[in-house]
């Protein structure tokens, strides 16, 4: 390594790692007041505490990264030009490329670290937050009763103690019982107590002197006359035991956030992906199945076919089902244990991929595309005693498909034959004239008219509802698409940032010619502003589906990069932004200009 090299680059990592500190603390502490009143007050170990910000740490600093490479390259750049070292290396006839090399080097590093650190460490991470996270909002406050205010931190009991003449000590106690659980039919008053604790903490006895037990009877079935009981027992000395289980942090087992996408990598969720897939698919299907059964007119001349794509995604989807199914009845029968992840189940993937593309070549190669088609139109292959099915498949009595090595593959419409879709061609019959007046004639009573009023607009009540309840259902299925569409796009352009931020920061730094935490912190907020905002509107686009998850996601590095180019175009050839006589230069071109027009187009008025 060069010198130079060594120059910058060791001018770049101090910064560097004095920024990302400072950065994480600050999101640290910004995550940390979301939870304040959660996760403080509740008598917690202090080890859960570090454990809990140890994992915060590692869950921003994808976020803290960017930041920290856009400030710290600006800090790197800015000293060097405000020392001259920047010129002096210019004038030796290095370029501002070949001098940010070195830290460009190190931002890729960086970046691929970044992008790994995304993918396996922090969804691990954002796991173990969750769940320790939910096991301290569930647990309850640390036990302290104050004076004059009712405490419910012990489940079924109200306690209000007037005053206290120290921690053990009580002064007129009133406690209502709701273990119960019928309201407050059991009041207990007392002079004064006693609370000690006992048996490593574990419970807690409270003592009352001089009091008195109220008890209210429940009400009796029978009358509204019947009068209610009340027990009411004096005491000298009464002993209450409490249990403060409730007060222990109780750890849940992980496993419950298993459906959350913050905790998935790549591989996780691009088989989620792949399931939503399939069950939009499923869906599409359905609706196509069943919405001929509900235009009975409709049905009788033409049919409604779905699309060649979604009948072969629909078959493939099949097949995969049902080679599973022998596969898993194979191992029962063998009694081997039933591991997806075994070399079994890893063949049978393959040939059931296979036996997928050949299911769909053979069937769907005469299908037809349209959607409505007469019925006098239907080919061949759309009729169910004349499609060939392949070899080892056959339909059970449900319609659903199955392997046998005698029959070959089903049509569509057997295998959907409960979802709607008819396989029997309508047999028209011939009606004499008079059969067709008299057929007319019943039109025509009042009573039938408003009978076919009735059931017509049911009927369309019912497909409406139909409709629309399948519309919301698609489109939550394609909301959490779109979701975890973004959630592994964002794997990606949160690490791209900090290369992003390094091409902006860099040049700027050079153009600017200052060092230090006062024009480079203000510079680098604003850009990281504008990067934070860019990236929620962008995610927020992909997510309700104004616009394609991967633009969304991508939508704020897109946005930032010409900034760089632009800067780094200036940089090369030392451009003043950032100081007053660039920008009056500027207004004194402009003015010149606007007056040689002026000159011009008054000589033009006097030759004329």
Request: hydrophobic fraction near 40%; glycine fraction near 6%.
């Amino acid at each position: 390594m060069k010198k130079l090299d060594k120059l910058v680059l060791g001018s770049f990592l101090s910064p560097f790692l004095l920024t990302f500190i400072v950065v994480d603390f600050i999101l640290l502490t910004v995550n940390m007041l979301k939870y304040f009143d959660e996760i403080f007050g509740k008598d917690l170990p202090f080890m859960v505490y570090m454990e809990l910000i140890g994992y915060f740490v590692i869950s921003i600093s994808p976020m803290a990264l960017p930041l920290a490479v856009l400030l710290s390259s600006l800090m790197t750049f800015g000293n060097l030009g405000e020392h001259f070292e920047l010129t002096a290396i210019k004038s030796s006839g290095i370029s501002l490329n070949r001098t940010m090399l070195p830290i460009g080097v190190f931002v890729a590093m960086v970046t691929v670290l970044a992008f790994l650190s995304n993918n396996f460490i922090v969804p691990r991470v954002n796991l173990k937050t969750f769940s320790l996270l939910y096991d301290i909002r569930m647990k309850s406050p640390a036990f302290d009763i104050k004076e004059g205010v009712f405490y419910n931190g012990i489940p079924g009991y109200s306690i209000k103690v007037n005053s206290k003449l120290d921690e053990v000590r009580l002064k007129e106690v009133l406690i209502y019982d709701h273990t119960s659980g019928q309201g407050n039919l059991h009041v207990i008053t007392a002079d004064s107590g006693r609370m000690e604790p006992f048996f490593n903490d574990s419970y807690i006895m409270l003592t009352l002197y001089q009091g008195n037990s109220y008890r209210e009877g429940t009400g009796r079935r029978g009358g509204r006359n019947v009068p209610q009981t009340l027990d009411r027992t004096e005491f000298e000395t009464n002993k209450m035991v409490f249990s403060l289980d409730a007060f222990d942090l109780k750890r849940t087992p992980e496993n419950l956030w298993s459906n959350s996408k913050s905790i998935k990598n790549i591989g996780e969720i691009q088989v989620d992906l792949d399931s939503m897939d399939r069950e939009l698919n499923h869906w599409y299907y359905f609706n196509y199945a069943n919405t001929e059964a509900s235009y009975n007119y409709f049905g009788r001349s033409r049919k409604l076919v779905p699309p060649k794509e979604i009948v072969d995604k629909k078959m493939e989807t099949d097949s995969l089902k049902n080679l599973k199914y022998l596969a898993e009845q194979q191992n029962n029968e063998n009694g081997q244990p039933n591991d997806p992840r075994s070399q079994a189940n890893s063949s049978l993937s393959n040939s059931s991929s296979d036996s997928a593309n050949q299911i769909i070549a053979d069937t769907t190669k005469n299908k037809s595309d349209t959607l409505l088609a007469p019925e006098g139109q239907r080919t061949a292959a759309q009729n169910p005693e004349t499609v060939t099915k392949p070899l080892g498949q056959s339909n059970d009595s449900l319609g659903n498909l199955t392997v046998n090595q005698e029959q070959n593959n089903p049509d569509l419409r057997e295998i959907n034959k409960s979802s709607g879709l008819k396989t029997e061609v309508p047999v028209l019959q011939e009606l004499s004239a008079a059969q067709e007046q008299r057929l007319d004639s019943l039109l025509l009573t009042p009573r039938y008219s408003t009978s076919m009023a009735s059931v017509g607009l049911t009927t369309a009540r019912n497909i409406k509802n139909n409709f629309t309840t399948n519309k919301a259902r698609i489109n939550e299925v394609m909301r959490n698409y779109r979701n975890f569409k973004v959630a592994w796009y964002q794997k990606y352009t949160q690490s791209l940032a900090c290369f992003v931020m390094f091409m902006i920061g860099a040049p700027l730094g050079a153009i600017i010619k200052k060092g230090g935490l006062g024009m480079p912190v203000l510079l680098s907020i604003i850009f990281f502003i504008m990067y934070y905002m860019l990236t929620i509107t962008g995610e927020k686009w992909g997510k309700e589906g104004l616009s394609d998850p991967l633009f969304g996601t991508f939508f704020s590095n897109l946005a930032l990069i010409p900034f760089g180019l632009f800067f780094l175009r200036q940089a090369r050839k030392d451009a003043r932004l950032f100081e007053p006589d660039f920008y009056l230069g500027f207004w004194e071109k402009l003015v010149k200009f606007y007056q040689q027009k002026v000159r011009r187009k008054k000589l033009k008025e006097d030759v004329l």
